[in-house]
């Protein structure tokens, strides 16, 4: 009787085992370190630490920091037209859910994804940070959308070309709209995208548009918008729900030549934006917090265009972007007494070396001019980026 028991206990466990192996196949586990140095002038901004502090960094003009910007996990998981993924970031700053989505595709042109996403919206959100060839994405873009992602569900729609080098996508979806901190009510934003793709042997063209529709809670009795120039307050109810509204529009070219691949691309957006009269930014457009009031409507424009020239028979990729970011349209310069107002530009220029597929290195510089009035004077605030990436 106990050789009979025995015997069924390692049956389920070679059971168990097999079963487990045959679902690691369906695995798949990948990810990236990076690595950063920064170097600032002392009114400019880093990714990895605090601003500048005279009593903790010194009577200085610069000062530096140094980390783990990101360090992704993710883990992915594909069978019988379904799958899931699970993406955190890990850091010295502790642990950060991502991505948590469940994925239905039903058909070769239908695609079905519920969870965490990635925001689908513009061409630079959607595209792997580690293959970013600044060190980050657009500044407009990660105000607008901290953290690149949102909780929601999306449908994604594709043409079904004859010719595989070809792709028309259309998504569409809601989002809760507060980045990956938790709901606070029933109301949702509406994103859509739509996008064609050639990919040739010498010639690659990328189109696309996209829209965002929805609303941030103003817990405020009092809404400010600008009237002749002038910021202007108007009553209304606590808790209205002020229009969140973006419209962008997007190109990608790329050409093989005799240096190597040249790429250009570019992207713009504008719309409206409430938010706090000290943070242009949408971290958490569901507050209902008095003091996150998003009682500042804004009208905004930003765009970008990056150049990329890989070489060819060298390890090396020279990288130009200039970006241009008015976080209020409706007021010039000369009227402007809020920093968040301000107009930046931006001309960025550096230097990617791949020594091999898994081990990176970028050197990038942040020349950023404001724009200028009696009141706010041109900042010292230029950045030195070096950054280190492992990818596994």
């Given at each position: 009787?106990?050789?009979?028991?025995?015997?069924?206990?390692?049956?389920?466990?070679?059971?168990?085992?097999?079963?487990?192996?045959?679902?690691?196949?369906?695995?798949r586990?990948?990810?990236?370190?990076?690595?950063?140095?920064?170097?600032?002038?002392?009114?400019?901004?880093?990714?990895?630490?605090?601003?500048?502090?005279?009593?903790k960094?010194?009577?200085?003009?610069?000062?530096?920091?140094?980390?783990?910007?990101?360090?992704?996990?993710?883990?992915?998981?594909?069978?019988?037209?379904?799958?899931?993924?699970?993406?955190?970031?890990?850091t010295?700053?502790?642990?950060i859910?991502?991505?948590?989505?469940?994925?239905?595709?039903?058909y070769?042109?239908?695609?079905?994804?519920?969870?965490?996403?990635?925001?689908?919206?513009?061409?630079?959100?959607?595209?792997?940070?580690?293959?970013?060839?600044?060190?980050?994405?657009?500044n407009?873009?990660?105000?607008?959308?901290?953290?690149?992602?949102?909780?929601?569900?999306?449908?994604?729609?594709?043409?079904?070309?004859?010719?595989?080098?070809?792709?028309?996508?259309?998504?569409?979806?809601?989002?809760?709209?507060?980045?990956?901190?938790?709901?606070?009510?029933?109301?949702m934003?509406?994103?859509?995208?739509?996008?064609?793709?050639?990919?040739?042997?010498?010639?690659?063209?990328?189109?696309?548009?996209?829209?965002?529709?929805?609303?941030?809670?103003?817990?405020?009795?009092?809404?400010?918008?600008?009237?002749?120039?002038?910021?202007?307050?108007?009553?209304?109810?606590?808790?209205?729900?002020?229009?969140?509204?973006?419209?962008?529009?997007?190109?990608?070219?790329?050409?093989?030549?005799?240096?190597?691949?040249?790429?250009?691309?570019?992207?713009?957006?504008?719309?409206?934006?409430?938010?706090?009269?000290?943070?242009?930014?949408?971290?958490?457009?569901?507050?209902?917090?008095?003091?996150?009031?998003?009682?500042?409507?804004?009208n905004f424009?930003?765009?970008?265009?990056?150049?990329?020239?890989?070489?060819?028979?060298?390890?090396?990729?020279?990288?130009?972007?200039?970006?241009?970011?008015?976080?209020?349209?409706?007021?010039?310069?000369?009227?402007?007494?809020?920093?968040?107002?301000?107009?930046?530009?931006?001309?960025?220029?550096?230097?990617?070396?791949?020594?091999?597929?898994h081990?990176?290195?970028?050197l990038?510089?942040?020349?950023?001019?404001?724009?200028?009035?009696?009141?706010?004077?041109?900042?010292?605030?230029?950045?030195?980026?070096?950054?280190?990436?492992?990818?596994?």
């Open positions: 009787m106990k050789i009979i028991k025995n015997i069924i206990i390692y049956a389920v466990i070679l059971l168990v085992c097999s079963t487990t192996m045959a679902q690691l196949e369906n695995m586990l990948n990810g990236y370190v990076q690595t950063d140095f920064e170097l600032a002038g002392k009114d400019g901004q880093t990714y990895l630490g605090p601003a500048y502090s005279k009593a960094d010194g009577d200085v003009d610069y000062f530096f920091r140094y980390g783990v910007y990101r360090g992704l996990i993710r883990a992915t998981f594909e069978k019988d037209k379904g799958s899931g993924a699970l993406e955190i970031n890990v010295e700053a502790g642990v859910p991502l991505v948590a989505f469940l994925q239905f595709d039903p070769s042109w239908l695609s079905f994804q519920g969870g965490l996403l990635n925001v689908d919206y513009g061409f630079e959100l959607m595209y792997p940070s580690s293959l970013l060839e600044t060190v980050e994405r657009t407009y873009t990660r105000l607008l959308f901290p953290k690149e992602h949102d909780l929601g569900f999306k449908f994604t729609l594709s043409y079904p070309f004859k010719e595989k080098n070809k792709n028309l996508s259309f998504s569409f979806g809601m989002m809760s709209g507060n980045g990956i901190n938790k709901i606070a009510d029933k109301n934003n509406f994103l859509s995208h739509l996008k064609y793709d050639y990919k040739g042997d010498v010639f690659s063209l990328g189109l696309g548009a996209s829209y965002y529709e929805g609303s941030t809670n103003n817990a405020d009795t009092l809404i400010y918008k600008v009237n002749s120039g002038v910021w202007q307050a108007e009553e209304v109810q606590a808790n209205q729900k002020n229009t969140r509204r973006y419209v962008g529009f997007e190109f990608q070219l790329g050409y093989h030549n005799i240096l190597g691949l040249s790429s250009l691309r570019g992207e713009a957006t504008f719309g409206k934006q409430p938010s706090r009269q000290d943070n242009f930014a949408s971290q958490d457009g569901n507050s209902y917090n008095q003091n996150d009031a998003f009682s500042y409507q804004r424009l930003g765009y970008y265009l990056c150049y990329i020239q890989k070489f060819e028979k060298l390890p090396l990729s020279f990288v130009a972007k200039y970006s241009y970011f008015d976080k209020n349209t409706d007021l010039s310069a000369s009227q402007v007494n809020n920093w968040n107002d301000l107009a930046m530009h931006d001309l960025g220029l550096g230097v990617v070396w791949d020594f091999n597929k081990i990176k290195a970028l990038f510089y942040d020349k950023i001019l404001n724009e200028t009035n009696t009141l706010f004077k041109q900042l010292n605030d230029d950045v030195v980026h070096l950054r280190l990436q492992y990818k596994f």
